[in-house]
């Protein structure tokens, strides 16, 4: 029996908004998160009055991409690598609120409440079960060391060493990604380069890739920071410790958002 093209062009049609339909509704957490990431930028945009201009600077390329996005080509995918680059963008921002002073503390704590750490630490755990088993092991043990550390069973000096070792395995497996997993047991590996590491890993997308970069520079200030806390040359509160592990966790969380879903999931 024949059928009429014009019928079936119109189901073809039909079948894209559906699938658009399950794309957002599967994003739906990621679109209200990075909602009230916006929400919180306003906020931060209306008490900094005096660095409104660095403000918008720090999120201007993320802002104009989301803007600029043709709803036509949404996916999951681009979702999660908007909330990349927005969670990126924090990092500049939250020191700049810090250097404004104690007074604006409230803007780190409702960062917090938009951001919570034990949602991102399960978000992330299905995230490197994706990548790599051993990975998913490591995290465990670190989120494990995380609750016991918040119990005062574990020293700053115990989650640093747990936090660190497990970055250390991280990045040597994105630079294994840059090869697809099926080839991995016959690779003989390239020395690691961050810049090659983003160039084979990163989401399409100018902001996603500069977010990617910036990532460098946030993992190494990290690994410092962790050096010092896990050999006790640098001593710190506990309210310090949660904020530099905060920050690790939103660093890894940032990266795998970023990276291209079709090497996330291989």
């Known amino acids: ?67 600029s996005f043709n709803y036509s080509e949404f996916t999951l995918s681009a979702a999660t690598g908007f909330t990349g680059t927005f969670l990126t963008a924090t990092v500049d921002t939250s020191i700049l609120i810090r250097e404004s002073g104690q007074k604006h503390q409230f803007l780190l704590d409702n960062l917090k409440n938009i951001n919570p750490i034990e949602s991102t630490i399960e978000n992330i755990l299905v995230q490197v079960n994706h990548i790599d088993n051993r990975l998913y092991v490591e995290f465990n043990d670190v989120k494990q060391c995380y609750s016991q550390w918040l119990a005062d069973l574990k020293t700053n000096s115990d989650l640093a060493k747990d936090a660190r070792t497990f970055q250390e395995h991280y990045n040597g497996i994105l630079n294994m990604l840059r090869v697809p997993k099926k080839d991995w047991a016959t690779t003989k590996f390239k020395k690691s380069s961050w810049n090659k590491i983003v160039d084979a890993l990163c989401k399409k997308g100018s902001e996603q890739k500069n977010s990617f970069l910036k990532q460098q520079k946030i993992g190494e200030d990290i690994w410092e920071a962790f050096t010092k806390i896990m050999k006790k040359t640098s001593t710190i509160s506990k309210d310090e410790m949660g904020d530099q592990f905060k920050l690790f966790i939103d660093h890894i969380y940032a990266i795998n958002t970023l990276i291209d879903d079709r090497i996330l999931y291989q």
């Open 1 to 67: 029996m024949k059928e009429s093209d014009e019928i079936n062009k119109a189901k073809t049609h039909v079948e894209g908004l559906l699938k658009l339909g399950k794309e957002i509704q599967d994003a739906t957490p990621y679109l209200i998160n990075i909602n009230q990431n916006l929400d919180w930028y306003n906020s931060v945009y209306g008490v900094l009055e005096d660095k409104q201009d660095q403000v918008i600077s720090i999120i201007k390329g993320p802002l104009d991409e989301l803007s």
